[in-house]
Nanobody
Framework: QVQLVESGGGLVQPGESLRLSCVAH????????MGWYRQAPGKQRDLVAT???????NYADSVKGRFTISRDNAKNTVYLQMDSLKPEDTAVYYC?????????WGQGTQVTVSS
């Protein structure tokens, strides 16, 4: 059974950092492009960052220079290091795994940035 399990969300103040983790079960993780998406209340789900099987990364303009995506294939885990957080980063963050026609989502983890 395929499962993507996110963790690491929480409530932080502006300027602080968080690291999200997503552990994948039931997939050939090293073949998958992994990504993070986010959805704020009343808005669509948007791309935050992706990392391919060979380590190429892509970021939304709004997070470039502040967020870093990485992966550890030995642990079937993808990370999102989020620095200099802003209130507009508040959203539910979803882990995504994609390979050919296959695509899977995690259940989401809430990130709230507020003073």
């Amino acid at each position: 059974q395929v499962q993507l399990v996110e963790s690491g969300g929480g409530l932080v103040q502006p300027g602080e950092s968080l690291r999200l983790s997503c552990v994948a079960h039931g997939i050939a993780f090293n073949r998958y492009t992994m990504g993070w998406y986010r959805q704020a209340p009343g808005k669509q789900r948007d791309l935050v960052a992706t990392i391919t099987s060979n380590g190429n990364t892509n970021y939304a303009d709004s997070v470039k220079g502040r967020f870093t995506i990485s992966r550890d294939n030995a642990k079937n885990t993808v990370y999102l290091q989020m620095d200099s957080l802003k209130p507009e980063d508040t959203a539910v963050y979803y882990c995504n795994g994609r390979y050919s026609v296959l695509q899977y989502w995690g259940q989401g983890t809430q990130v709230t940035v507020s003073s």
